[in-house]
């Protein structure tokens, strides 16, 4: 059955196809089902924003889509950056995101924070599932590490051992991140379908 990834990021789109390929899907990416739309992400939960992207695709193909929203949420934070976290506070660049992370925690003892990836899966006519992950953990001090990208460098899991995401094994990450828990929502569900 075919499957369109609601995503322009080509390292995203090659990850779900290794996945969901075996479980029976013909893989395409947005542009190689010949869609091109940027969805705004108006909405104002990860849920929402997974829904909107999914939906617009299925809107133009009437096929099964897949899309999903993701960020970081901090306690002390009030929840932010959260559905911000790849625009945050207008920063540029993703160093100087994390800066603004840990300048606004800075003299705070609470550092709780978690990953959040919800993942939305459209059947083909239309029906939503939403499977969403979480990683707990909390802000490291300053940043360390050089694997993944975004907040990894100042994340440090509950399950880690005291070391920030980017300086774990990459296929720790893997197997523990919010997003290996929503896919493996998805793919228990496919599978007992
Ligand atoms: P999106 O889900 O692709 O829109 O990503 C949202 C933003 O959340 C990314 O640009 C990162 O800043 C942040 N983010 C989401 N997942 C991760 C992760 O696994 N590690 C680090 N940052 C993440």
């Known amino acids: 059955m075919k499957l369109i990834i609601a995503s322009n990021n080509n390292g995203k789109v090659r990850e779900y196809r290794d996945i969901l390929t075996p479980l029976g899907f013909e893989v395409l990416s947005q542009s190689e089902a010949g869609i091109r739309l940027d969805v705004e992400e108006t909405g104002t939960t990860f849920e929402a924003n997974a829904y909107l992207k999914a939906k617009a695709i ?31 506070k207008g920063l540029a660049t993703e160093h100087e995101r ?42 490291a001090e300053r940043e360390e590490g050089v694997n993944g990208f975004g907040y990894d460098p100042i994340f440090v899991a509950e399950d880690a051992d005291g070391h920030t995401t980017a300086s774990l094994p990459i296929p720790f990450k893997e197997t523990h991140s919010h997003r290996a828990k929503a896919v493996r929502m998805l793919t228990d569900w496919l599978g007992s379908g």
């Open 98 to 139: 994390r800066l603004a992370v840990l300048e606004g925690l800075r003299g705070q003892a609470d550092r709780r924070a978690r990953f959040v990836c919800c993942v939305c899966f459209l059947e083909e006519r239309g029906e939503k599932h939403l499977f969403t992950g979480i990683w707990n953990g909390t802000v």
């Open 58 to 88: 299925h809107d133009i193909a009437r096929c099964c889509v897949l899309s999903d929203d993701s960020g970081l949420e901090v306690e002390a934070l009030g929840g932010e950056p959260g559905i911000f976290s790849a625009r945050y």
